[in-house]
């Protein structure tokens, strides 16, 4: 055989780095000064090394360190210029920054998001839709503070919590905040930023009545499901349409009470007021509730199975042009996120860490994300259709070799092809010199198999 006409002159892991945006990312780190105090490890090379890890699955420093002593023919072409031993990547993880990583995902999807999405219609809404929610990655010790009850024997686990959000027309998180697993859902829902004239939905984790307010006053639709300890106030029903009403109970618009108690700490003016001993850390705290109204619309219908029960949705959609099933079937839409974090966990295994601190845990969970995203730009690039989870078992397996990644990609039989077709010419000059030619079972095989592949590749 000759020589493979599918070889780039660069490993396929070299083919995915140049997709990272390195003068950008050299911009990220000096204005971050996430190169301060480093010897020779810079922040470039410290993502290059872990992206590396989380595609290659290592589970441990020594099995990274493993895999770069096999690579020294390579290392130029990963970017670069020395062997990184476990030590230094050890305290690279320990003391480098989380925030460098976070900024360097979304940098690259502000270059790629235009690739990334979807041109079909989401379906139930016009307007661009989020998704909210949060998944739990398990620790084996309190780095990040876990939910649930202490053991009565061992120790606690830890857990950290991603609060996410994603566009409905695209795969990849637009928005990620990292805290401990004992942090509250309906906390992100006020730091989240969204454009006016969009929709959100989320699930029941996220009530906040103020939040939902001012959903409203900037013309953002949202879409989430009852508790059953809401307390509200029908004030206006709504007729169902015909074709609706073997699925739509009732669709109604209500007034929801809620009241809220927070603590606060005192402003300078009150503790000038105030009598008695003022506290070592200078800081009083005042007990407060609030109270209000909350204006929206409530739809109730049967599950998919009917004998299941039914299932009521909140939103502050109140135009009546809207129907309610609509709404429901944008709400359906909110699974995407919990398909998403399935396939996240699948393919990139966070049960092993590459270290034990905050910030080697936060750093992976980054990286993580990082491959997730260039992953979607390779599928974007590549001509024939591959599931993410076929595309990364793919590149795990061909992360070290020479085969070019996006011919391969395209047409993954190429090389098996030339073998058989060479071996179907070989077999034609022995029957031709045969004295039994009609014998020509392998002669045969081989030529279904040819045409078996091209038809494949056709489609």
């Given at each position: 055989?000759?020589?493979?006409?599918?070889?780039?002159?660069?490993?396929?892991?070299?083919?995915?780095?140049?997709?990272?945006?390195?003068?950008?990312?050299?911009?990220?780190?000096?204005?971050?000064?996430?190169?301060?105090?480093?010897?020779?490890?810079?922040?470039?090379?410290?993502?290059?090394?872990?992206?590396?890890?989380?595609?290659?699955?290592?589970?441990?420093?020594?099995?990274?360190?493993?895999?770069?002593?096999?690579?020294?023919?390579?290392?130029?072409?990963?970017?670069?210029?020395?062997?990184?031993?476990?030590?230094?990547?050890?305290?690279?993880?320990?003391?480098?920054?989380?925030?460098?990583?976070?900024?360097?995902?979304?940098?690259?999807?502000?270059?790629?998001?235009?690739?990334?999405?979807?041109?079909?219609?989401?379906?139930?809404?016009?307007?661009?839709?989020?998704?909210?929610?949060?998944?739990?990655?398990?620790?084996?010790?309190?780095?990040?503070?876990?939910?649930?009850?202490?053991p009565i024997n061992g120790q606690k686990k830890g857990g950290i919590k991603a609060h996410t959000v994603?566009?409905?027309?695209?795969?990849?998180?637009?928005?990620?905040?990292?805290?401990?697993?004992?942090?509250?859902?309906?906390?992100?829902?006020?730091?989240?930023?969204?454009?006016?004239?969009?929709?959100?939905?989320?699930?029941?984790?996220?009530?906040?009545?103020?939040?939902?307010?001012?959903?409203?006053?900037?013309?953002?639709?949202?879409?989430?499901?009852?508790?059953?300890?809401?307390?509200?106030?029908?004030?206006?029903?709504?007729?169902?349409?015909?074709?609706?009403?073997?699925?739509?109970?009732?669709?109604?618009?209500?007034?929801?009470?809620?009241?809220?108690?927070?603590?606060?700490?005192?402003?300078?003016?009150?503790?000038?007021?105030?009598?008695?001993?003022?506290?070592?850390?200078?800081?009083?705290?005042?007990?407060?509730?609030?109270?209000?109204?909350?204006?929206?619309?409530?739809?109730?219908?049967?599950?998919?199975?009917?004998?299941?029960?039914?299932?009521?949705?909140?939103?502050?959609?109140?135009?009546?042009?809207?129907?309610?099933?609509?709404?429901?079937?944008?709400?359906?839409?909110?699974?995407?996120?919990?398909?998403?974090?399935?396939?996240?966990?699948?393919?990139?295994?966070?049960?092993?860490?590459?270290?034990?601190?905050?910030?080697?845990?936060?750093?992976?969970?980054?990286?993580?994300?990082?491959?997730?995203?260039?992953?979607?730009?390779?599928?974007?690039?590549?001509?024939?259709?591959?599931?993410?989870?076929?595309?990364?078992?793919?590149?795990?397996?061909?992360?070290?070799?020479?085969?070019?990644?996006?011919?391969?990609?395209?047409?993954?039989?190429?090389?098996?092809?030339?073998?058989?077709?060479?071996?179907?010419?070989?077999?034609?000059?022995?029957?031709?010199?045969?004295?039994?030619?009609?014998?020509?079972?392998?002669?045969?095989?081989?030529?279904?198999?040819?045409?078996?592949?091209?038809?494949?590749?056709?489609?």
């Amino acid at each position: 055989m000759g020589k493979d006409s599918t070889n780039s002159g660069i490993p396929v892991f070299g083919e995915i780095v140049k997709l990272l945006l390195k003068q950008e990312i050299n911009t990220i780190a000096e204005e971050l000064q996430s190169d301060r105090y480093t010897k020779r490890l810079d922040s470039y090379q410290h993502l290059v090394i872990m992206l590396y890890a989380v595609l290659g699955q290592f589970n441990s420093l020594r099995e990274l360190e493993l895999g770069f002593l096999s690579s020294a023919t390579r290392m130029n072409h990963f970017g670069l210029d020395y062997m990184v031993r476990r030590s230094t990547l050890s305290d690279a993880n320990s003391r480098r920054t989380p925030e460098f990583f976070e900024k360097v995902y979304y940098k690259l999807y502000d270059h790629y998001k235009g690739c990334l999405a979807d041109s079909r219609p989401v379906k139930g809404t016009k307007k661009p839709l989020f998704i909210i929610d949060s998944t739990t990655i398990s620790l084996f010790s309190q780095v990040f503070r876990g939910v649930g009850r202490n053991p009565i024997n061992g120790q606690k686990k830890g857990g950290i919590k991603a609060h996410t959000v994603i566009k409905a027309d695209e795969d990849v998180p637009t928005f990620v905040v990292m805290t401990d697993a004992a942090e509250s859902d309906h906390n992100l829902l006020g730091k989240v930023s969204l454009p006016a004239g969009s929709c959100v939905t989320f699930d029941m984790g996220y009530v906040d009545y103020e939040v939902w307010e001012k959903f409203s006053k900037s013309e953002i639709t949202y879409i989430t499901r009852e508790k059953k300890k809401a307390r509200c106030e029908v004030l206006e029903t709504l007729d169902i349409p015909e074709e609706d009403r073997d699925a739509i109970i009732s669709d109604e618009i209500v007034d929801l009470s809620w009241s809220r108690r927070w603590k606060r700490p005192m402003t300078q003016e009150e503790l000038s007021h105030r009598r008695g001993r003022r506290p070592k850390d200078g800081i009083v705290w005042v007990k407060e509730k609030r109270s209000g109204k909350h204006k929206c619309r409530r739809i109730t219908k049967y599950k998919d199975n009917k004998e299941e029960g039914t299932i009521t949705f909140i939103t502050n959609e109140l135009d009546t042009n809207v129907s309610a099933a609509d709404i429901c079937e944008t709400y359906r839409q909110r699974w995407q996120i919990e398909t998403l974090f399935k396939r996240l966990k699948q393919n990139f295994p966070l049960k092993y860490f590459l270290g034990d601190s905050r910030n080697a845990i936060q750093i992976q969970i980054w990286v993580s994300l990082i491959a997730w995203l260039l992953m979607q730009v390779v599928k974007s690039r590549t001509k024939r259709k591959w599931s993410l989870s076929g595309l990364v078992v793919a590149v795990h397996i061909l992360l070290n070799s020479y085969t070019g990644l996006y011919a391969f990609l395209n047409t993954p039989e190429k090389q098996w092809l030339a073998v058989i077709e060479s071996r179907q010419k070989e077999s034609d000059n022995f029957d031709a010199n045969s004295l039994f030619s009609e014998m020509r079972g392998p002669n045969f095989e081989c030529q279904r198999t040819i045409e078996a592949i091209k038809a494949y590749t056709n489609d």
